[in-house]
């Protein structure tokens, strides 16, 4: 300029700065104008590292600005308090409340050197709000009280389920959870609605989440800890077994379940599906059992003795040995327990009563089982005599530090007897054998002349004489089964004792117990598990029924068709006896079809179970596979892409064509009374057979179920009159 000359000494630093104008040229005079020099303001504040009481402002440095304070105000950046300075572009905010709101500015300063120090900063920095993380904590896991059992939640297969029995009220639910820390609270949220959880509250879990395929799911939450999702699933209609060891830090399941020689004592509670307590008892032997199961499946079976018998069928009979059945290799949980109520429907004695329970084992739930009593010689068992308690009244340490030996029948085989024991004197009964592959694997047993084993279940520890009599007498039997004419025709006579097979066991038994397992295509049918039992003075009887759950299609290395015949052991020469054949083709036509074809009716058996079982069984097949072949390292072993409505739907499918092929193979030819030469008319011929039966004579083609004209029971001369009358055209 060249009227002004201007100086601005003392600008740039904070404070008080002047601008000095002095005139020139046509101007004269001087002016000083004087202005203040403020840090700039901090544009923008930023919140990092927020924790639930504590939390980090950080802002870039603003130009002229040495230091910084920083308040805490309200949402408008009223009601300010200063909370403190820094010389850094930071400030740590403690003391805060976790999951609440507050919020912050910040003013830039400066101090003048020149002037005594004074104070200069900016207006206020735009508000900041800084919202406290929620308490956090990680939770672990849920456990839910029932029946005054703590039932925790399990992980199967990557997701967290919780099974619960038919007794828990979900709308009043005592539940906890374990979580990293007690801080925060732990929300549960569902489809339907969420909650502040307290272990003091019960929950209601069907207002917070809706039935879903079968289960209801809720995530727990703390904060923003990890959450503990889980699906809720509960039986339904099944009593529920607590069994609770008495030692579980030593002899807890996974001790039982590793070896059948390991044994505990264990308490056990039966509660009904309606919360009811039906049982509680004191276990004074708890021990796994089984073979397949035993050896191949996780999901193991148990025997329990109680300290008292105990009715936990509400059949009205006390027992105090009972067993829990894995059914592991059955994917319907029920072809064990539909021909044991087939066997009783059929009138067969002592058939062992049983029902479906949810096990739960020292508080974890290990599945659906088959609570049966044990096939046994007991009052509310096989009601026979009891040799073993006979054994006991002669031998006071019967039982205890007992030697065995073997010992050679009057056929040459091989027996295993306990020896020094003084015997009953009546040797005749009662027994309980069991077939059992080619060899016993019981202490007392013995090997027939077809190379089977024999059991002798009872009594237990059976001595020398006993054991050689009842080898003897099966052998007896066994000879009259196998025994064929000069034609090579099976006959069922045994010349050597001059009996039949029906002397030596009840037919009607022996026909029941055959076409069970024809139904059922038991690859182990005739070959294990097959009961026999003798009473003092009597003959032998088949059953009771036993080991049917790999069965209805299901075999150990393949797949069986229905239409498959495939007789083993006795079966294979049993049905080739005439009169043998004869009363299966009678008893089929009249009384088992009927009732095989019930099982698949509309509302029949299947259906009934079925609808029983059906919420259970889905708890169940979470935890365990679908089988459809036995053998583990099979292909086809699991049963893939199954559900229960799927499984049941094969079986079903099964039982029509097996049913149908049962049909074709022993429907039974209509003949008139007293056609028991079968060639469709009643003629002399006839009556001459009669009347040669009725004096003792055996002829082959002569089937005496059509020999009793007069209903009487009996075969005799009296009907043979009828035949021949008849023959000759009168009508009686």
């Known amino acids: 300029m060249k009227d002004l000359y201007v100086q601005w000494p003392n600008n740039k630093d904070i404070g008080t700065a002047k601008i000095v104008y002095e005139g020139k040229g046509n101007y004269y005079g001087t002016v000083e104008l004087t202005y203040v020099i403020i840090p700039a303001r901090v544009e923008k504040l930023n919140v990092t590292e927020s924790a639930e009481t504590t939390a980090k402002l950080t802002w870039s440095a603003a130009p002229g600005a040495t230091y910084y304070k920083v308040y805490s105000c309200n949402k408008s950046g009223g009601d300010s308090k200063m909370l403190g300075t820094t010389d850094r572009c930071e400030f740590a905010l403690t003391g805060l409340v976790p999951d609440e709101t507050t919020y912050y500015f910040v003013e830039s300063c400066a101090k003048a050197s020149a002037e005594n120090n004074k104070e200069y900063s900016s207006g206020k920095s735009p508000v900041c709000t800084v919202s406290a993380l929620p308490l956090s904590a990680d939770v672990t896991a849920m456990t839910a009280t029932v029946d005054g059992v703590q039932i925790p939640a399990v992980h199967v297969d990557g997701t967290n389920y919780l099974f619960l029995p038919a007794s828990a009220e979900l709308t009043s639910l005592s539940v906890t959870f ?146 829990l059945l894995a059914n592991y290799f059955d994917a319907t949980l029920m072809h064990d327990k539909l021909f044991k109520d087939m066997a009783a429907s059929l009138q067969m004695p002592y058939t062992a009563s049983c029902d479906w329970v949810n096990l739960y084992y020292d508080g974890e739930y290990r599945g659906v089982y088959l609570l049966s009593e044990k096939n046994a010689v007991k009052s509310t068992g096989v009601a026979i005599s009891d040799m073993e308690a006979a054994y006991e009244a002669l031998n006071p340490d019967y039982g205890k530090d007992m030697r065995t030996e073997s010992g050679e029948n009057a056929y040459g085989m091989t027996y295993f007897y306990t020896k020094d024991l003084t015997e009953p004197e009546n040797l005749t009964g009662g027994y309980l054998l069991e077939l059992n592959h080619d060899k016993p694997d019981e202490v007392s047993g013995f090997i027939t002349r077809r190379g089977k084993g024999m059991n002798v279940k009872s009594p237990e520890w059976c001595g020398d004489a006993a054991m050689r009599y009842i080898s003897e007498y099966y052998q007896a039997f066994e000879d009259a089964v196998y025994a064929v004419d000069e034609n090579g025709n099976y006959t069922g006579y045994n010349e050597s004792t001059d009996k039949h097979y029906y002397d030596y066991v009840d037919r009607d038994s022996l026909v029941k117990i055959f076409l069970m397992q024809e139904l059922a295509l038991n690859p182990d049918g005739f070959v294990s598990s097959l009961y026999f039992y003798k009473d003092a003075d009597d003959i032998m009887y088949a059953g009771p029924i036993w080991d049917q759950d790999m069965t209805l299609g299901t075999g150990w290395t393949k797949q069986i068709s229905p239409e498959t015949t495939d007789y083993h052991y006795l079966a294979q020469a049993l049905i080739q006896i005439p009169d043998f054949r004869a009363a299966v083709l009678r008893c089929y036509t009249k009384t088992f079809a009927p009732l095989a074809k019930d099982l698949i009716a509309e509302n029949g058996m299947v259906d009934e179970y079925s609808a029983f079982l059906a919420k259970s069984a889905e708890m169940n097949f979470v935890l365990w596979p679908y089988i459809r072949v036995g053998e583990p ?13 799927s499984v049941l739907a094969d079986m079903r499918s099964w039982l029509i064509r097996r049913i149908a092929y049962l049909d074709s193979t022993f429907a039974e030819p209509e003949f008139e009374p007293g056609d028991v030469n079968m060639d469709g008319t009643v003629d002399t011929s006839d009556a001459v057979l009669i009347l040669r039966y009725a004096l003792g004579y055996e002829d082959e083609g002569f089937n005496v179920l059509y020999g009793d004209l007069n209903g009487d029971g009996l075969v005799d001369t009296s009907d043979a009159v009828l035949a021949l009358r008849r023959a000759l055209g009168y009508t009686d």
Do not use: C
């Open 633 to 645: 390292d099979n292909a086809g072993h699991i049963w893939q892409n199954a559900t229960y409505t």
């Open 178 to 323: 374990t979580r990293s820390s007690d801080a925060g609270d732990l929300v549960l949220t569902g489809d339907l609605s969420s909650q502040t959880v307290s272990d003091a509250e019960p929950l209601n879990v069907s207002a917070l989440a809706s039935l879903t395929d079968g289960a209801r799911t809720l995530t727990a939450k703390v904060g923003n800890g990890a959450a503990f999702t889980v699906r809720v699933m509960q039986a339904t209609k099944l009593p529920t077994v607590y069994l609770t060891s008495t030692d579980a830090s030593a002899e807890d399941r996974a001790y039982i379940d590793a070896s059948k020689a390991h044994s505990t004592a264990a308490a056990l509670r039966m509660i009904g599906a309606d919360g009811s307590e039906i049982s509680a008892a004191s276990i004074m032997e708890l021990k796994a059992r089984g073979n397949s199961t035993f050896t191949y499946a996780q999901k193991k079976s148990y025997q329990i003795k109680l300290e008292t018998a105990a009715d936990l069928l509400q059949t009205g009979e006390n027992v105090k040995t009972w067993v």
